[in-house]
Protein backbone atom coordinates (compact mmCIF):
# COMPACT_ATOMS: atom_id res chain seq x y z
CA UNK A 1 0.00 0.00 0.00
CA UNK A 2 1.28 3.86 -0.99
CA UNK A 3 0.40 6.32 1.14
CA UNK A 4 1.09 9.92 -0.04
CA UNK A 5 0.77 13.07 2.02
CA UNK A 6 0.42 16.44 0.90
CA UNK A 7 1.34 19.20 3.49
CA UNK A 8 0.89 22.78 3.49
CA UNK A 9 0.09 25.47 6.72
CA UNK A 10 -2.72 28.06 6.54
CA UNK A 11 -3.03 31.07 7.88
CA UNK A 12 -5.69 31.48 10.83
CA UNK A 13 -7.96 33.64 8.20
CA UNK A 14 -7.96 30.82 5.40
CA UNK A 15 -7.87 27.38 7.37
CA UNK A 16 -11.66 26.86 7.77
CA UNK A 17 -12.09 27.91 3.86
CA UNK A 18 -9.45 25.11 2.86
CA UNK A 19 -11.11 22.79 5.38
CA UNK A 20 -14.87 23.60 4.13
CA UNK A 21 -13.68 23.33 0.37
CA UNK A 22 -11.50 20.25 1.43
CA UNK A 23 -15.16 18.95 2.93
CA UNK A 24 -16.75 19.88 -0.44
CA UNK A 25 -14.23 18.08 -2.67
CA UNK A 26 -16.07 16.49 -5.82
CA UNK A 27 -14.91 12.98 -4.55
CA UNK A 28 -13.72 11.59 -7.82
CA UNK A 29 -10.80 9.79 -7.10
CA UNK A 30 -12.61 8.08 -4.77
CA UNK A 31 -13.74 6.01 -8.01
CA UNK A 32 -10.99 5.27 -9.04
CA UNK A 33 -8.86 1.75 -9.29
CA UNK A 34 -6.50 1.19 -6.33
CA UNK A 35 -8.25 4.19 -4.50
CA UNK A 36 -8.32 3.11 -0.99
CA UNK A 37 -9.29 6.41 0.82
CA UNK A 38 -8.49 10.15 2.07
CA UNK A 39 -8.35 11.98 5.72
CA UNK A 40 -7.98 15.51 5.76
CA UNK A 41 -5.66 16.64 9.24
CA UNK A 42 -5.84 19.79 10.86
CA UNK A 43 -3.67 20.74 13.42
CA UNK A 44 -4.82 22.73 16.48
CA UNK A 45 -2.19 25.29 16.29
CA UNK A 46 -3.06 28.87 15.89
CA UNK A 47 -1.74 28.35 12.09
CA UNK A 48 -2.64 24.89 11.22
CA UNK A 49 -0.94 22.46 9.26
CA UNK A 50 -3.49 21.10 6.79
CA UNK A 51 -2.48 17.31 6.33
CA UNK A 52 -4.15 15.28 2.82
CA UNK A 53 -3.64 11.84 3.00
CA UNK A 54 -4.72 9.78 1.05
CA UNK A 55 -3.67 5.58 0.47
CA UNK A 56 -3.80 3.62 -2.58
CA UNK A 57 -3.17 -0.02 -3.68
CA UNK A 58 -0.05 0.55 -5.49
CA UNK A 59 1.93 3.22 -7.34
CA UNK A 60 0.61 2.28 -10.45
CA UNK A 61 -3.09 3.11 -9.15
CA UNK A 62 -1.94 6.49 -7.95
CA UNK A 63 0.05 7.23 -11.25
CA UNK A 64 -2.90 6.25 -12.90
CA UNK A 65 -5.01 8.76 -11.61
CA UNK A 66 -2.15 11.87 -11.50
CA UNK A 67 -2.25 11.11 -14.99
CA UNK A 68 -6.24 11.29 -15.42
CA UNK A 69 -8.61 14.40 -16.10
CA UNK A 70 -10.44 13.62 -12.95
CA UNK A 71 -6.96 14.60 -11.60
CA UNK A 72 -6.84 17.70 -13.55
CA UNK A 73 -10.05 18.97 -13.17
CA UNK A 74 -9.40 18.52 -8.70
CA UNK A 75 -5.94 20.40 -9.60
CA UNK A 76 -7.27 23.57 -11.42
CA UNK A 77 -10.34 23.56 -9.36
CA UNK A 78 -8.40 23.83 -6.04
CA UNK A 79 -6.27 27.08 -5.30
CA UNK A 80 -2.79 25.85 -4.37
CA UNK A 81 0.28 26.14 -1.62
CA UNK A 82 3.03 27.31 -2.68
CA UNK A 83 4.63 25.98 0.17
CA UNK A 84 2.57 22.80 0.03
CA UNK A 85 5.20 19.36 -0.08
CA UNK A 86 4.07 16.06 -0.98
CA UNK A 87 5.47 13.32 0.11
CA UNK A 88 4.75 9.29 -1.24
CA UNK A 89 5.56 6.38 1.85
CA UNK A 90 5.43 2.88 1.51
CA UNK A 91 3.54 0.95 4.49
CA UNK A 92 5.97 -1.41 4.86
CA UNK A 93 3.97 -2.67 8.44
CA UNK A 94 0.44 -2.64 10.15
Known amino acids: M ?3 ITRF ?3 PEEADGWVHRLQER ?3 VDGHAGFLG ?3 LRSFERSPEILLVTRW ?3 DAMRAYF ?3 DFQRAKGASASQEDA ?4 YEVVAT
Not at 85 to 88: E, P, Y
Open 2 to 4: IVA
Open 9 to 11: RAS
Open 85 to 88: TFTM
Open 57 to 59: KDR
Open 38 to 40: LEV
Open 26 to 28: SRR
Open 67 to 69: QSE
